[in-house]
């Protein structure tokens, strides 16, 4: 079975600086897809990025990128000039690509403060 | 704007009740999930639906249930509320089929049991 793990429960930035959030997993398919929820006081889940894996550029969605490493199961999340509305709950999550109905596994989560 | 929507933010019941969460989504999406959220465990999989009146379970489906009666509904039932279901409660849709979906999320129900 497929697993997420994100090994910082909790990450601390200043505004306006850059941080990067960790996430490995384990799989022994060769496709698949990798995403990034952002989840706000607020409690809404947003998807902040997402990756294919068959696709060996990085991801970017203005300020938030990612590292994919596929032969490390490594799907970092960077998030570059920090800014307050950034503070949230981070999840990393996992999808296969066969199926029509498969569900994603998602990781604990990393709570992200940014400090003014 | 499409949308996910659970019915209640937040819930109080009593030990025993029987307890309906709905969510209803405007996608036209086919699967719906319920996951449940408790700190320092992350979301963990109730039950979810690629189709109406179908169902799969979860990784936690002891103590649920769900119904699925038309497309755009998909409920989780507490048989017999207990405490150790306090808890925050996300539904989620995505569209079928093996391409790269996302999840879209509702707001969340808290419940609470006492």
């Known amino acids: 079975a497929q697993t997420v793990t994100q090994s910082q429960p909790e990450m601390s930035v200043q505004e306006a600086e850059t941080v990067t959030l960790s996430c490995t997993y384990d799989?022994?398919?060769?496709?698949?897809?990798l995403f990034w929820y952002k989840q706000p006081p607020s409690r809404q889940m947003i998807l902040v990025i997402r990756?294919?894996?068959?696709?060996?550029q990085n991801a970017t969605e203005n300020r938030f990128s990612v590292n994919f490493q596929k032969a490390a199961k490594s799907f970092s999340l960077k998030i570059s000039d920090s800014q307050l509305g950034d503070a949230a709950m981070y999840f990393c999550?996992?999808?296969?690509?066969?199926?029509?109905?498969?569900?994603?596994?998602f990781g604990k989560g990393t709570k992200l403060t940014v400090n003014p | 704007d499409v949308k996910v929507t659970q019915s209640s933010r937040y819930l109080v019941k009593r030990t025993g009740e029987k307890v309906f969460l709905e969510c209803v989504q405007d996608?036209?999406?086919?699967?719906m999930f319920w996951y449940r959220q408790d700190p320092g465990l992350g979301l963990r999989l109730i039950y979810f639906?690629?189709?109406?009146?179908?169902?799969e379970k979860g990784d936690i489906p002891e103590g649920y249930s769900v119904s699925r009666e038309k497309k755009e509904r998909f409920s989780l039932i507490l048989e017999s509320a207990s405490t150790n279901q306090t808890s925050m409660y996300l539904c989620?849709?995505?569209?079928?089929?093996?391409?790269?979906?996302?999840?879209?999320f509702g707001s969340g129900t808290r419940l609470t049991v006492v």
């Open positions: 989620a849709s995505s569209l079928y089929g093996p391409g790269g979906y996302g999840y879209t």
């Open positions: 799989t022994s398919e060769s496709d698949y897809y």
């Open positions: 990756q294919e894996a068959y696709k060996q």
């Open positions: 999550a996992y999808r296969r690509t066969q199926g029509g109905s498969e569900k994603l596994v």
């Open positions: 639906s690629y189709d109406v009146k179908m169902k």
């Open positions: 996608m036209d999406h086919e699967n």
